[in-house]
């Protein structure tokens, strides 16, 4: 259904085609009793039960008002005293400026497009995600060979056959890239990670606690070392989860990119503890401890992270945080006793 729309016209009431009194042509007149009806009532009850004929006769349809925009330009001009709808007036002019603004076109102003070409270079070396990008560096494929031989010669494991019965644990390779303060590259590390979430509690793993010393401890050696001055040393073991021993049997898949051609089916029985392994923090820890146990230290009963060295002319005190060594020295009165052997020697 068309809504209404409300008009205002400018011309004088008796002058306007659209307010003139003249009716409508599809307008019905007034009905007029015929002369011979005897009974005005009856006449007209009958003429209202009778069915309409004609839509056109006796329905008075709603005057259809169109936009301004769809009107004759005649009656548009006699409605608004000719003053046309902006957009009914004639382009002469397409470059006709509206509301002043000036444009490059218009002046013939033309500013030429630069095509850059441009080329994107990373400056510094980017660690690769997965192994497949890794071997295509000939950089990355040596850093891994020479990791891969270290776990070889250190013994680390040796190929079985596959039973269904034995946990399966699965292993990738880390890389990182060590760089310098100034941010030049260092060197490039690769590492072999054994995924302990395989890992099954009771069957792969049993004791998996691993002590390390208490912030305490650090403080109160520290207070001593400065009050006495003694020096203190700070020591990092490399692959230090690698030294230990594991009681547990651990089976590994073979790691990727480095399967045995001669027995591709097999798998690795561990020996010794691998990163990301659960037992791995336990089996280094145990490790070290037998090792300065044999050196006549001795493990502290308030801090097992605490080893005491006692010798005639030096006196050490071992703090051990995973695989971080702290090392305050105390040097005595030379004596003419002299210990076999150093006792960091392992480090």
Not at 60 to 80: A, E, I, V
Not at 115 to 120: A, G
Not at 222 to 228: D, H, K
Not at 241 to 267: A, N, R, S, Y
Request: with cysteine; charged share 20%; net charge positive.
């Amino acid at each position: 259904m068309n809504s209404p729309i409300s008009l205002t016209c400018l011309r004088p009431h008796h002058q306007c085609p659209m307010t003139s009194p003249t009716p409508l042509n599809n307008s019905r007149p007034p009905h007029k009793l015929p002369a011979s009806s005897p009974n005005p009532l009856k006449h007209l009850r009958s003429l209202h039960q009778t069915p309409l004929r004609s839509p056109k006769t006796f329905k008075y349809p709603r005057p259809r008002l169109q936009h301004p925009m769809n009107w004759p330009t005649s009656l548009h001009r006699q409605c608004l005293h000719h003053r046309p709808h902006p957009l009914l007036a004639p382009r002469n002019n397409q470059s006709t400026n509206v509301g002043g603004i000036i444009t490059r076109s218009q002046n013939n102003i033309v500013k030429p497009i630069k095509k850059l070409n441009l080329h994107v270079r990373t400056l510094c070396p980017i660690e690769p995600s997965n192994i497949t990008q890794a071997l295509r560096d000939p950089d990355w494929r040596s850093t891994m060979q020479a990791e891969f031989d270290a776990l070889h010669n250190n013994n680390t494991w040796d190929l079985v056959s596959r039973s269904s019965a034995q946990n399966l644990v699965g292993c990738k390779w880390v890389f990182r890239i060590k760089r310098n303060p100034d941010g030049s590259t260092d060197r490039y590390k690769a590492r072999l990670v054994a995924k302990g979430f395989h890992q099954r509690p009771g069957c792969d793993f049993t004791e998996t606690f691993s002590p390390v010393v208490k912030p305490v401890t650090i403080r109160i050696v520290f207070t001593l070392a400065v009050r006495q001055g003694w020096s203190i040393r700070q020591l990092d073991v490399n692959n230090a989860f690698l030294q230990g021993t594991l009681k547990e049997e651990v089976f590994m898949l073979q790691p990727p990119g480095f399967v045995d051609k001669t027995f591709p089916d097999h798998i690795c029985r561990l020996k010794n503890a691998l990163y990301g392994l659960t037992q791995a923090p336990r089996a280094w820890y145990t490790e070290l401890q037998i090792f300065l146990l044999s050196l006549d230290f001795v493990n502290s009963t308030a801090d097992a992270s605490l080893f005491i060295h006692r010798k005639p002319g030096v006196k050490l005190y071992l703090l051990v945080y995973v695989d971080d060594i702290i090392l305050p020295r105390v040097l005595l009165p030379r004596s003419p006793h002299s210990l076999p052997h150093s006792p960091l020697a392992f480090l």
